[in-house]
């Protein structure tokens, strides 16, 4: 298959192209399970082979272990020959094993303890291992990391953290950028209003939007998207499948914001796949083009721990969805009626 490439260039100096389909390593830093590092490795190779050239990883994944198996890939190739993320925000300490983070979410990973550090300080200093781990000489997109509520806990805490890292972490990111160290920066997180809040205030390039602009979650639509789309922001969308359950579809134990499905997200899939099988699409095809219909979206990076996910992956990144699919979500009340929507030449929009 050919993967399409999508063109960002927000600064008019190149920027940078995307693959439509990039590969998120989180999975790959043993999220939920110990993955072999022969299975790791062959996932990335099949993923390369097939013609990705988007990567994003982050020191969290694994407390360190998805950039140094992604290292393994990315030795030897040409480095102009990829587009690669990484992220900032965290520092990660050594300690007991028994003490580690990540107990019961990260398995077989080094025993370290997450430090936020947004200032900036801490960002130069989280660059420079992350170099170290992936073994490259530069990145070209360092996002700063988890700046949302879902990992600060209050609004005050998340206040605080935006606070620090616009004082200080922003100032390193638009340091690095001017001397051509990075290409572009932003935010990867799990929340557009927070993305929306720095967008509004500072001179951002890209966004990593994580589970929040989906076939299930359009509020993004609102006051976001539009921002990003004037702005020339791109978008970089994470968690397509909303931890899963628009990949497996509304099977019991299926799971939604990294917890299984709550009745009424059971529900609300059933309706959905019904629409899909009317049409003869499968739930996660839909759900993988779907985002790319936005004109801010650059990529969308679906995660994959096994070849069998990735293949499965790379078939929804070539399906081809009805516009008549997109108009019976929408007179069903399951999709936005402003939510653009993809379709074969010829077919119109919806």
């Known amino acids: 298959m050919t993967i399409e490439m999508r063109d960002w260039d927000r ?8 693959t439509e389909i990039g590969f998120g390593t989180a999975p790959l830093g043993n999220l939920y399970r110990a993955v072999p590092d022969a299975e790791a490795d062959a996932v990335l190779e099949r993923a390369w082979d097939a013609g990705i050239r988007y990567y994003d990883t982050a020191p969290l994944y694994g407390m360190g272990l998805a950039e ?12 102009d020959d990829y587009v690669l993320s990484t ?11 028994e003490d580690r983070d990540g107990i019961g979410k990260w398995f077989d990973v080094p025993a370290r303890q997450e430090v936020y550090d947004y200032g900036y300080d801490g960002v130069m200093r989280s660059l420079e291992v ?7 000489d530069r990145v070209d997109i360092l996002y700063a990391h988890d700046l949302d509520l879902f990992n600060h806990g209050t609004p005050a805490a998340l206040e605080a953290r935006l606070a620090e890292f616009m004082d200080g972490g922003y100032r390193a990111l638009c340091d690095l950028r001017d001397q051509g160290v990075i ?24 966004f990593l939007l994580a589970g929040r602009y989906t ?6 639509l609102e006051t976001f998207l539009p921002l990003c789309a004037r702005k020339g922001i791109g978008v970089v969308i994470g968690g397509p499948y909303n931890s899963g359950i628009l990949a497996t579809g509304p099977r019991e134990g299926a799971f939604y914001n990294y ?15 019904a629409v899909c099988t009317a049409h003869g699409v499968r739930l996660v ?32 990144a070539k399906a081809e969805i009805p516009a008549a699919l997109w108009r019976d979500l929408k007179d069903e009340g399951l999709m936005r009626a402003d939510a653009p929507v993809d379709a074969p030449v010829g077919e119109g929009s919806g």
């Open 11 to 18: 600064r008019g100096d190149g920027g940078l192209s995307f």
């Open 285 to 316: 095809d839909a759900a993988f083009r779907f985002p790319l219909a936005h004109p801010a979206v650059v990529s969308v990076i679906p995660g994959g721990q096994g070849v069998a996910e990735m293949e499965a992956n790379l078939a929804a």
């Open 87 to 97: 992220k900032v925000g965290r520092l990660l300490r050594p300690c007991r094993p």
């Open 215 to 220: 076939l299930l979650e359009q509020a993004a």
């Open 259 to 273: 917890d299984p499905a709550p009745p009424e997200i059971l529900e609300r899939v059933r309706r959905i796949e």
């Open 183 to 206: 290409r572009a920066f932003g935010a990867g997180i799990n929340a557009w209003e927070p993305a929306q809040w720095m967008a509004e205030r500072g001179d951002f390039d890209l």
């Open 68 to 79: 140094v198996r992604l290292n393994r890939l990315l030795r030897g190739k040409r480095r």
């Open 130 to 136: 992350s170099l170290e781990r992936l073994g490259v």
